[in-house]
Nanobody, 124 residues
Framework: QVQLVESGGGLVQAGGSLRLSCVVS????????LGWFRQAPGKEREFVAA????????YYSDSVKGRFTISKDNAKNVVYLQIISLKPEGTAVYYC?????????????????WGQGTQVTVSS
């Protein structure tokens, strides 16, 4: 079983920054692909960023490039999402997800494991 626990969300003013964390644990294995998604009220879940434990490449949606940075700490089994220049439209529940794949993917249904989410609210 794989567990993902997010933290770091909160209320922040537009233009501010946050760092979200996702602690990954698994009794047998750690999935190779870790991603961040977000879901705003009334909208579908949206891909934000992803990386692989085994590599150094990172992947971002066009809407967040330049403001979001995904990174990992292999020793601690933690994936981070650093967000700068937050915008009010960034208000959403941010989810950490994991997939047993060789390559990263932006498709939500290809992720088998999900965290409970952390709320990010950006005030204007």
């Amino acid at each position: 079983q794989v567990q993902l626990v997010e933290s770091g969300g909160g209320l922040v003013q537009a233009g501010g920054s946050l760092r979200l964390s996702c602690v990954v644990s698994g009794r047998i294995f750690i999935p190779n692909v870790l991603g961040w998604f977000r879901q705003a009220p009334g909208k579908e879940r949206e891909f934000v960023a992803a990386l692989t434990w085994s590599g150094s490449s990172t992947y971002y949606s066009d809407s967040v490039k330049g403001r979001f940075t995904i990174s990992k700490d292999n020793a601690k089994n933690v994936v981070y999402l650093q967000i700068i220049s937050l915008k009010p439209e960034g208000t959403a529940v941010y989810y950490c997800a994991a997939a047993r794949r060789l390559q990263a993917t932006a498709v939500a249904y290809e992720y088998e494991y999900w965290g409970q989410g952390t709320q990010v609210t950006v005030s204007s």
